[in-house]
């Protein structure tokens, strides 16, 4: 019933390179770091009920087959054309990639292959972080490094994200830390750390956003734990008006807090992605209760997808369906105009992220 | 289906004395102080398309038509016609307004004569207590003008509003503030005060709030950001017995746990108004998630509406059809009794606002 | 239309003994301490309108009579008689009980005998410490006594239930307390304690906490207030691989939060009885908004019914219909196979508990 162009995936990540067993299959079905509690699956779950009923069709099978007759014709697939035929069937014309997380996953080139379609890149500020402090003797090359490392990231990138919020929820105090704090915690870091260790530490965390900030590309915030208005809501007041926008991922069970800061805040977006995914055949409830705050022009679609080209196609079965049932029956009931549900759609499918993020028109 | 009584609105604001351009209207629909972001409008929000459904008809236009075409039909009539068509089709039979807030707006008479309408006025404890500091030259005198002010707005209100919660969480600490101590921030305060300036200090906000809970008059209080159990939960539990009723306003996204306080304190009552304008196509689903635990002696109807008619109009229209979709719909598959239906209907439209602020029967 | 086997309420108290008048049985409809507020009564509330409703057919009468008809046929059938009749009419084969309540109630072979159904024992750990307290000269002799109550306690019962998350947050703090911590707790806890005084010491309920846990039997955290990320989720990540399964109970409203646990925590379990029961004719929502995170492993019937046979029988019925409604409108539309709906109905209504506690099957 309602139209949608074909989607911006406006923050996901790679799919795995390497042929799956039933188990790492299954493992990305789930949300925490352990497996599954005994006599459990995460088969059993929104994410896995929405995989069995959209992917075995591309794959030739009945919807709802069981899980191990679905990973049987995919690995006869092969992991390559099990992924090409799965990523066509999205409708995503455009992902933006958010390269950050470690394993065998494929980049922005290799997913725009597979998928028939363009790919960006999204940096990760932390990983860069890491990653020069890897190669900085001192304190002081590691933060000229770390400077010209956002500076030279931001003109090949679409976007930074950050999960500074997750890590660390006073990371997002309001202001810029201080020159020599800033030293001293590099100082601190940089001799307890070894190769490959995470940055958590506060005052670099802050740091970094800011030296974000000031690149003036927009800043991805992966949310913590807790209402975003209370950690969230003074980072916007302290970036307002500096000319980079700020998008607020991963939002659920604080997506309502989400939209309403995109709604007060003109630099604040929210995205939708994982609130979907996760929730399955609840997406549409979902979606309507994100519509109820936001601004229309302040809404992006993502899948938020990891490791499996199943969550690209679940989020953008799920976003569409969605989309068609709440706009649509709006519209069916006389509260919304079918042009407006339209308009609507295509902002938040696509033009909202094509605005936001300086990309060419489809 | 559902039948309703003529409402009370029991918490809104005057509507502007002047003709607006379609910048100042549209400023209206946004939640923030800014513009909208660039490449967005606030008519694109389910306020702005709530406003375009129910106000064209009303003005002679068809639904959803573009907001220009609107408003130059508004200008047409002139501001005084078009409010007099916009307040009388609402079914708003009382008005309690909050005078407030600043701007050139209609005061509680003018509004009710606009609309056909009863209106009583809500005292703003706030506004008050800045009123008697631009008048006091010492602090023993601004002190006792205080009171004596607070008493005598008693004598001719129905109820006062406080934003103590929003401009301080902690204002909402659990019992008044010590004599000395309210000396001693008065004394600050007013030394570092220019005419005119806003009260944001703790301790004077919450001796403000105490003098007006020993009035007895209905308090309401706006929520601020963040869970209401953790900081209105205390005040609750602190005034609980003194016959004072409180009234929790804004509650949205908390408006469950609104509702939930309503349910554990006798004498707090939740109110319904903006989480239903600012929802538009959603209202239904907002009222029935209120419904859940709010008993329903204890759930307020109003429009919230400032500065716009069109607020009061989608106000009362999206509260009648949600109570009509979702009490009619418990009638219908047998949860509830039609007669039950019926009874509390009247109760949330304006039986418990006429208990709660000793209103004469309509 | 889904198929759910005979029910384990995984949580629930015994019913009164005695007969009751309009104003006992209304006082059990409400949540708070007090009465209702004037004007008001709780038989207009969602659990209200559920018990006349679902209960007065069970009893001869039409569906919505007045309170007072109800009552009046409930003291005419006397009491063992009506709640003969009620119990049976639920569809629960196995209650588990927590007796930890003050009151006249049924322990569980009463109820067990009055339901037709079996019974087992859920002791309640903060009155195992007041009884211990009452009879223990000495901090020796009270800690020794604790350890000895709670292991014995362990032998009889199918789970403990912990009400310290409601009496002092902070209880829940990751790790246990320190042995000179305890006893210094318990020295002051002893000597300040009147006979039957309550236990809200943080360090003891903490130090009662890891006593449970070292048991091995599922630990059942009653819910404070505020959003249980903050303060369930550092001891779900304490407890984390220790081998105890942890239920969280009384989720609402923070009942999303409750099951985002449950999907990252393989040891966390979640409850849905009183969400249920508080809400009434909205049952169906809370119920879909609960399965959007939790997986549908993890996931556990209750009535949380207390007092009332009414509740027991309200809890049931209402659970029934939701799952029929949620689950049956998947299946309808195609989200899920209607195999996997039976299968996930019999999960929550029976087969997650007898797992979780060890019940034989059915």
């Known amino acids: 019933m309602i139209e949608t162009p074909p989607l911006v995936d406006q923050y996901c990540h790679g799919v795995l390179r390497t042929e799956l067993g039933l188990g790492t299959f299954e493992a990305h079905l789930g949300r925490g770091d352990g497996p599954p509690a005994p ?4 088969f059993d779950t929104q994410t896995g009920f929405a995989v069995r009923r959209w992917c075995p069709p591309l794959l030739g099978l009945e919807p709802h087959c069981p899980p191990a007759r679905y990973l049987a014709r995919r690995r006869e697939l092969g ?20 390269t950050g997380l470690p394993g ?44 010209e490392s956002v500076h030279g990231a931001a003109a090949g990138a679409v976007a930074f994200a950050s ?28 001799a307890a750390r070894e190769v490959g260790g995470q940055l958590s530490d506060p005052v670099l965390l802050r740091h970094l956003l800011w030296i974000a900030v000031a690149s003036g590309l927009p800043l991805q915030l992966h949310a913590g734990s807790g209402d975003p208005q209370s950690y969230v809501g003074e980072f916007a007041r302290a970036t307002a008006g500096l000319g980079t926008d700020v998008v607020l991922l991963h939002g659920y069970p604080y997506h309502r ?7 007060v805040f003109p630099h ?10 996760r929730t399955g055949a609840r997406a549409a409830s979902l979606l309507a209760e994100v519509l109820e705050l936001a601004p229309f022009g302040k809404l992006l679609f993502s899948s938020g ?9 679940v989020g953008a079965h799920l976003f569409r369906e969605a989309l068609g049932r709440v706009l649509g029956g709006w519209v069916a009931e006389g509260a919304w105009s079918r042009g407006d549900a339209d308009r609507v759609a295509g902002l ?5 992220a094509r605005r936001v993020y300086g990309l060419a028109a489809a």
């Open 257 to 263: 807090h989400a939209a309403h800061l995109a709604g």
């Open 163 to 190: 999960v500074a919020g997750a890590r660390h929820g006073c990371a997002l105090a309001p202001e810029p830390p201080g020159a020599g704090e800033v030293r001293g915690a590099a100082a601190r870091w940089l």
């Open 348 to 352: 938040i499918a696509a033009g909202n």
């Open 305 to 313: 997808a990891h490791g499996l080209p199943e969550l690209h196609v």
């Open 39 to 42: 006599g459990t699956t995460f």
């Open 104 to 147: 065998d996953l494929t980049g922005p080139p290799e997913l725009a292959a597979a998928g028939a379609a363009e790919a960006h890149e999204i940096v990760r500020l932390e990983l860069l972080a890491e990653q020069v402090a890897d190669t900085s003797g001192t304190v002081e090359s590691f933060l000229a490094n770390l400077a």
């Open 79 to 98: 992991v390559i054309e099990a992924g090409r035929r799965l990523l066509r069937a999205t409708g995503i014309s455009t992902y933006l990639v958010d």
């Open 268 to 277: 604040v977006y929210a995205d939708l992605g994982p609130a979907l995914v």
